[in-house]
């Protein structure tokens, strides 16, 4: 299994976090793998550092994957978790408050966004 988290809005427009795992099977040698992903594109990031972004929604339906620094999470219902570089998560709040984000370390930070069909 891959722990994802997942970032969802509930009827009420509450974000919530919900860890997730996706089942990998064996394929010998080259190791385990998942079903594939129905994805979009792929979008490269970077973030200077000190990024600090007010409470929004994503755009769109779509994993992000940390490839390093390090951030804070927070959720409308106050819950915060941090992420680093090697962390997945799925972004699925595109309605209702949203949740914010911030930088934790002081340094920039690189994230491959990958939109769902």
Do not use: C
């Not at 409470?55 to 941090?82: C, F, M, N």
């Amino acid at each position: 299994m891959m722990k994802v988290t997942r970032i969802y809005g509930d009827a009420q427009g509450q974000s919530h976090f919900e860890d997730i795992h996706v089942a990998l099977e064996d394929a010998g040698p080259i190791g385990r793998l998942s079903q594939p992903q129905p994805l979009r594109s792929v979008i490269f990031r970077e973030n200077d550092p000190g990024y600090d972004y007010d409470w929004h929604t994503a755009p769109r339906r779509q994993y992000i994957v940390l490839l390093d620094g390090e951030i804070e999470i927070e959720v409308s219902t106050g819950e915060k978790r941090r992420f680093a570089g090697g962390d997945i998560l799925l972004v699925e709040d595109v309605t209702g408050k949203g949740h914010r984000t911030r930088h934790t370390k002081p340094h920039r930070r690189r994230s491959l966004f990958l939109p769902l069909e």
